[in-house]
């Protein structure tokens, strides 16, 4: 029986119950498919922080690099200075683990959870592709004259050759493998940030390698207005970092809202970190009352790269019954108990199991 070796970080605000019934449907998933999940869990976040002054540990940090994934529920707490867990936590997993691929489907289950009139589930099937180490996130920022009148504030945006071309060449091999419309979309802003002249030209050059695939090229501003307005003009896109971030809120609207939308950050090959894409809501921790669809969709994630790709279709299919059947109704937070989520997805799931 294969095991996978799987680090845990709950995290803030509402990432420890998502994650909990996300590891509930992983687990249910093991027995069902015949796999077993060695689960570490770790206490990092910011009330660990403001306990003991500890962020992630080399040691503990080293430990995760020899697992096959690291599932996160969510970071972020207003109680501490901005960015520091942040930087702490998924910064430090996302550069240190070079997790240079952030790749986000967005894709409508229901019609009904669409806010969209008139789209439904075959309008709104895409992935973004966003590059995911360099940019205005590459974390190089500086102050002079600070708290002066004449204060000088800066971030550079960094693009390497190499980052560039990494995340547009796994843009391409997922359009192929998709096979859907074989298209990738280009969104940036190079008419703007003419750094991003280097997106333009690496695409270009890439794309004359999969001739069976259409490129296609928005800048972000329009591609925000394409994606509400015609969302079935996409497949794959990829864009840099700071616009990948932005889209895939606005993309997790489209399909249901942010208690539906998963996402891996990936290394192809190496440990790779799955996380529901929304953020800790502070104001609905410890209430029972958040959804934990994105977050057991990103442990369906989590089983599909770690090799159980039956078990991880399943939860997925499940989920997409229980949308279509009615059970679930919205993914808005208090339209289920958090645990009752899980409890119907176990259920339904062993069900899916007991007539195979
Ligand atoms: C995300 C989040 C993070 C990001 C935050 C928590 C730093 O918004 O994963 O989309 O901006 O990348
Ligand atoms: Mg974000």
Known sequence: MAQHDIAIIGGDGIGPEVTREAMKVADAAAEVFGFSLKKTEYPFGSQHFLDTGEIWPDAQFEETKQMKALFLGAIGDPRLEVGKIEYGIIAKARFELDLYINLRPIKLYDERLCPLKGKGPDDVDMVIIRENTEDAYAGMHGFCHKGQHHEVATQTMVYTREGVERAIR??????????????????????????????????????????????????????????????????????????????????????????????????????????????????????????PVAAILAASMMLDYVGESTASAAIESTVVELFKSGQLKAVTTGAHPTNEVGDMVVSALRKVGASV
């Open 170 to 291: 796994y843009a391409f091999e997922l359009a192929r493998k998709r096979n859907k419309r074989k298209q990738v979309t280009l969104i940036d802003k190079a008419n703007a940030v003419r750094a991003q002249d280097i997106w333009t030209r690496v695409f270009a050059i890439v794309a004359a390698e999969y001739e069976d695939i259409k490129t296609d090229h928005a800048y972000i501003d329009a591609a925000c207005m394409w994606m509400v307005k015609n969302p079935e003009w996409f497949d794959v896109a990829v864009t840099p970092n700071l616009f990948g971030d932005i889209i895939t809120d606005l993309g997790a609207m489209v399909q249901g809202g942010m208690g539906i939308a998963a996402s891996g950050n990936l290394h192809p090959g190496q440990v790779s970190l799955f996380e529901p894409i929304h953020g800790s809501a502070p104001k609905h921790a410890g209430k029972n009352l958040a959804s």
